[in-house]
């Protein structure tokens, strides 16, 4: 018996010693920069493997209610995009367009879809920057398409693209890279298609809101500054070096939440995180600024309580750094809390708003019960809150 115990306990020491052998590699793996990359980009997971994203019809569209194109960023890259018509216009121009040619287009200024979106001065562009993994066809990002321009589909069309080194887009991912990317698409949007920036909006879920931050905070500091109509940001998270103590691989497996226990070695990790997408400091910049321009702004922050992937209080943080950034003096997130108690509207199953306003923005923050990371870019919530953006710039676009 003695001899089967000693055995037991020398087999469970040495699987312990295997384990935290297997953790130390990964950890050091994790300090390389390709890897790191790999980690949170995810981008050579594409997930739409067997289709053809020529073939937007595979992805439930109809005939051109996509054109598949291209653009060139300044630093060399090739940027696969899609060009989404609304319903409403597609039925109005169902036979011109069916006429025409299906699949990639390399000049999409010939395209009776683009002088829908150029030649009306009443359409809306709303700007897509999708989260880590897959391409403009993958999971809820089909859905989500459709929910963005339900509220208007005679007007609002949606611009979607793959970052460098996604899915048919050349590169590899970089934090600024993806900025770069993500500014070539807003550039395009401005002074090829001809949008004023008063008629876009950006929408990010997930990694995509730390470029969609990034950028909008970009464009406000420019001389002269540009305005959005507005930005929505669905399942935001603070930076990365935070999301990483808190993200769980496929929503249960912690990372570096382990070693939050050992501050000095996980400090000392952090060290070695190279994209570290600071939106707290970014979001707090862009409010600076609109308030110090007199710039209107309308900021929309969506997060579901059951999202596994980047846990929701992230939200309350990024939304206290704008709040905060808001206020000349500043406010403390206890402060904040408090005035929740007072302002904060309980919808029941639907969760809650708080809306903080100012003389010149709007800040929401809404926290759905249900909706988990990515099917909740489908919901309705989706659709008001870019009526809410457009609205808020153009009375006369709902009425
Ligand atoms: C909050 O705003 C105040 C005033 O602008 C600023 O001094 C402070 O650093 C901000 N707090 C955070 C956490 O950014």
Do not use: C
Not at 234 to 240: K, L, R
């Amino acid at each position: 018996m003695a001899g089967l115990l000693a055995s037991v306990v020398k087999y469970a020491s040495v699987s312990v010693a295997i384990s935290v052998a297997l953790y130390a590699a990964l950890l050091g793996l994790l300090t390389t920069a390709s890897f790191q990359s790999h980690v949170v980009y995810l981008h050579s997971i594409q997930m739409t493997w067997f289709k053809d994203l020529n073939v937007p019809e595979t992805f439930g569209f109809l005939r051109n209610q996509v054109t598949p194109f291209s653009l060139r960023t300044a630093d060399g890259e090739r940027l696969y995009a899609w060009h989404v018509l609304p319903i409403e216009l597609y039925r109005k121009h169902e036979l011109e367009l069916v006429a025409e040619p299906v699949g990639f287009v390399p000049d999409i200024t010939s395209r009776h879809a683009f002088r829908l979106l150029r030649d009306d001065p009443d359409a809306r562009l709303v700007i897509h920057m999708h989260g880590a993994g897959g391409t403009v066809g993958s999971g809820y990002r089909v859905p989500n398409y459709r929910a963005l321009s339900a509220g208007q589909p005679g007007k609002i069309h949606v611009l979607t693209f793959d970052y460098r080194g996604f899915g048919r887009s050349t590169g590899i991912p970089s934090e600024s890279g993806l900025i770069l990317d993500a500014m070539t698409v807003l550039d395009w949007a401005m002074n090829v298609a001809g949008i004023p920036p008063s008629r876009i909006l950006i929408f990010g879920q997930s990694m995509g809101t730390a470029v969609s931050v990034a950028v909008a905070n970009h464009l406000a500091l420019q001389f002269p500054p540009v305005t959005l109509a507005g930005i929505v940001l669905v399942a935001p998270f603070v930076d990365v070096p935070t999301l990483v103590s808190t993200y769980r691989v496929a929503g249960t497996i912690p990372i570096l939440s382990p070693l939050a226990r050992f501050p000095l070695l996980f400090n000392y990790l952090h060290r070695f995180i190279r994209d570290k997408w600071l939106t707290k400091d970014r979001i707090a910049q862009y409010v600076r600024a609109h308030e110090a321009n007199a710039e209107k702004y309308r900021l929309t922050i969506i997060h579901a309580e059951d999202d596994y992937d980047i846990p929701w209080h992230h939200t309350p943080m990024v939304f206290w750094h704008a709040v905060n950034a808001s206020v000349p003096a500043g406010i403390s997130y206890e402060d904040l809390e408090m005035r929740k108690l007072e302002s904060k509207i309980d919808l029941g199953a639907a969760g809650s708003v708080m809306e903080w306003r100012t003389d010149h923005g709007v800040i929401r923050e809404e926290i759905l019960k249900t909706g988990l990371h990515d099917v909740v870019m489908g919901y309705p919530i989706v659709t008001m809150a870019v009526m809410r953006s457009f609205e808020s710039t153009d009375p006369f676009f709902t009425s």
